[in-house]
């Protein structure tokens, strides 16, 4: 066989490979779609010398990302080694991913919390969202352009880091707002406030903590 024809081969097989990659990923065509983008991830476990591992697939993962696709208010008290947070880190990059002109906010109680969650100090092997992008399947998936607390879409959506408080959320239309370790946040009622427009209009909101005694909880049991 020429090598032409083999190169050729190679380049339908990846293609088709591609598209059913994003069929599958699609939230228009599949109510599992980010379970399935998730099967694509990949972590680094810091507690394991840094080790580089796919997401793992527990029951409670699985659950969980159901609730992601399709809640519009989701609260979810955690405990450490849960591993919630590169759940809702891969949600990010999973949405922005598949829809457009997304503004997504990730909200913690200081900038700098907040972009080592997006992209920090130049090096994507740092922050966790751009970890996860950048050991995506590169033949499937563009790399977003990054900057500090940053990361821009060619397709218009963006990932950016915030400290906690009202002022951005209310100046913003968001499409996601994570609020990370919203139970340490002094602000966080201001700040879901602020979000409460966004979240009627069509937005999501995502809440996550760990144990401390405030708003989130009194929020979590209003809800429950």
């Excluded at 109510?31 to 591992?53: Q, W």
């Excluded at 002109?101 to 740092?126: G, Y």
């Excluded at 992008?133 to 950016?160: A, M, T």
Aim: glycine letters at 4%; proline letters at 4%; one cysteine or more.
């Amino acid at each position: 066989m020429a090598i032409t024809t083999v190169v050729e081969a190679t380049k339908a097989k990846l293609a088709a490979a591609r598209d059913g990659a994003l069929k599958s990923i699609d939230p228009n065509i599949n109510d599992n779609a980010f379970l399935n983008f998730l099967a694509l991830v990949k972590t680094k476990d810091e507690k394991d010398e840094g080790k580089v591992k796919l997401f793992p697939r527990k029951k409670y993962i699985k659950d969980l990302a159901h609730l992601f696709q399709h809640e519009k208010l989701l609260l979810i008290p955690k405990s450490r080694q849960m591993t919630i947070s590169w759940l809702a880190v891969a949600y990010c990059v999973w949405r922005a991913y598949t829809r457009p002109n997304q503004l997504i906010l990730w909200q913690s109680k200081n900038f700098d919390d907040a972009a080592a969650m997006v992209f920090d100090r130049d090096d994507p092997q740092v922050a966790r969202a751009s970890f996860v992008c950048w050991h995506l399947p590169e033949y499937i998936f563009d790399r977003p352009k990054p900057s500090q607390g940053n990361l821009l879409w060619n397709n218009g959506s963006i990932v950016k880091a915030i400290k906690q408080g009202a002022d951005v959320i209310r100046s913003r239309a968001a499409s996601v707002i994570i609020s990370d370790e919203m139970g340490f946040q002094e602000e966080a009622a201001n700040a879901y406030m602020a979000a409460k427009p966004a979240i009627t209009g069509g937005g999501q909101f995502i809440g996550i903590s760990s144990a401390n005694a405030g708003f989130f909880w009194d929020l979590v049991e209003d809800v429950a």
